[in-house]
């Protein structure tokens, strides 16, 4: 991607402070969403980030990884598969329980969404501490697959989220703060 390209895209992600509680600054990327080109510069660099590798399934995690995994798969010409919160999917599922700040979550897949040695990249739109994408990437090694890493579109890199996840496989980013 192009420095002025990825410019572009880190002038359109809004901050928006004291959300959603004081002294968080939120990364707000609906502008993004809603330029087309914004979008498609965003999927195309998620898409570089793997050029190369045979991927055979893009997990998303609930609910804006759906925004950018759903497409991500389809331009690498491969499945996808939702992550969701515990009880969100009508299918048999296999989940993985993880702390939060306070207190803990599961967050489930369908059983046979992902087979074993299936090539399987995780995409979402924010790595923030790595504790969901964590579960996310527990969860996909529980099920054999070859977990080929992870892709975000921010990373917030003082949370160090990035370092949870380099156990499981290659952390790229495309804008990072």
């Not at 998620?46 to 950018?68: L, N, P, S, T």
């Not at 009508?90 to 969404?113: I, K, N, Q």
């Not at 994408?133 to 527990?138: D, P």
Request: aromatic fraction near 8%; charge should be negative.
């Amino acid at each position: 991607m192009s420095p002025s390209s990825l410019q572009r895209l880190r002038d359109a992600i809004r901050d928006v402070p004291d959300f959603p509680q004081p002294g968080v600054l939120f990364k707000d990327i609906t502008p993004v969403l809603a330029d087309g080109k914004l979008l498609n510069l965003a999927l195309d660099a998620m898409a570089e980030a793997v050029e190369g590798q045979r991927v055979d399934k893009v997990v998303g995690i609930d609910a804006r990884g759906f925004i950018f995994g759903a497409p991500l798969a389809a331009r690498l010409g491969c499945g996808f598969v939702p992550a969701r919160k515990k009880g969100k999917l009508p299918w048999r599922t296999r989940g993985v329980d993880y702390a939060l700040e306070y207190g803990s979550a599961c967050l489930e897949m369908h059983e046979d969404a992902v087979q074993p040695n299936e090539n399987v990249l995780l995409a979402d739109d924010l790595l923030a501490t790595g504790g969901t994408a964590g579960a996310a990437l527990t969860l996909l090694q529980q099920t054999g697959a070859n977990v080929l890493g992870s892709v975000f579109f921010i990373e917030l890199a003082f949370l160090h989220g990035r370092g949870k996840l380099e156990p499981f496989g290659p952390v790229q980013a495309v804008v990072t703060f």
